[in-house]
């Protein structure tokens, strides 16, 4: 069972990333996925999440409008896209999975499975 986070990188203030989280060892079918992220010194916070239908998704205020959290379940991956980067998105990405989770609040503990983190740095 894995979860392989992957897409960042370095970019420009006001350029776009597309994050992919791809699971292997079992379905995203049935899992809320949300997306969390880590600055340096900073507590973990929650950015983002998809219900397992797809059909809610919820974002923290930092990112409404400019993130967009998708789902392909016949590729078993979760997607973010991040538009209108800021220096201020610069963080460790994580993607998590949730059996039993309401995409209404992102509580990293109710999370089941995590992935490795991909990082992304977005430059002045």
């Known amino acids: 069972v894995q979860l392989q986070a992957s897409g960042g990188g370095l970019v420009q203030a006001g350029g776009s990333l597309r994050l992919s989280c791809a699971a292997s060892g079992f379905t995203l079918d049935y899992y809320t996925i949300g997306w969390f992220r880590q600055a340096p010194g900073k507590e973990r916070e929650g950015v983002s999440c998809?219900?397992?239908?797809?059909?809610?998704?919820y974002y923290t205020g930092s990112v409404k409008g400019r993130f967009t959290i998708s789902r392909d379940n016949a590729k078993n991956t979760v997607y973010l896209q991040m538009n209108s980067l800021k220096p201020k998105d610069t963080a460790v990405y994580y993607c998590?999975?949730?059996?039993?989770?309401?995409?209404?609040?992102?509580?990293?503990?109710?999370?089941?499975?995590w992935g490795q983190g991909t990082q992304v740095t977005v430059s002045s």
């Open positions: 998809i219900s397992s239908s797809g059909g809610s998704t």
């Open positions: 998590a999975a949730g059996l039993v989770v309401s995409c209404t609040e992102l509580v990293g503990k109710l999370y089941d499975y």
